[in-house]
């Protein structure tokens, strides 16, 4: 699977992917200067016609736990 990666108007790159059709999506940033001064990922949902709601941010050293915690609660799902 492929998602287009889009500039944001902080000349920021991230991705949307559609969580309610028609309705919400969840916005992946990459914000190079985040929070704590270190490259982070940043999550929002944006409902459709809206700006993005103000969501949490991970450092970059996190990502790997993060997939793994994402990767873990879809193994245990099935």
């Known amino acids: ?4 990666i889009k500039i944001d108007s902080s ?4 991705i949307e992917v559609e ?9 992946v ?3 190079e200067d985040g929070f704590t001064g270190k490259p982070c990922l940043r999550f929002n949902i944006r409902p459709h016609g809206k700006s ?3 969501g949490p941010e ?3 050293d996190y990502a790997p736990d993060l997939l793994s915690a ?6 245990d799902a099935k």
């Open 1 to 4: 699977m492929s998602h287009e």
């Open 11 to 14: 000349n920021q790159k991230y």
């Open 19 to 27: 969580t309610v059709n028609g309705v919400e999506s969840l916005r």
């Open 29 to 31: 940033t990459f914000v």
């Open 52 to 54: 993005p709601r103000p």
């Open 58 to 60: 991970f450092e970059i």
């Open 70 to 75: 994402i990767t873990q609660l879809l193994m």
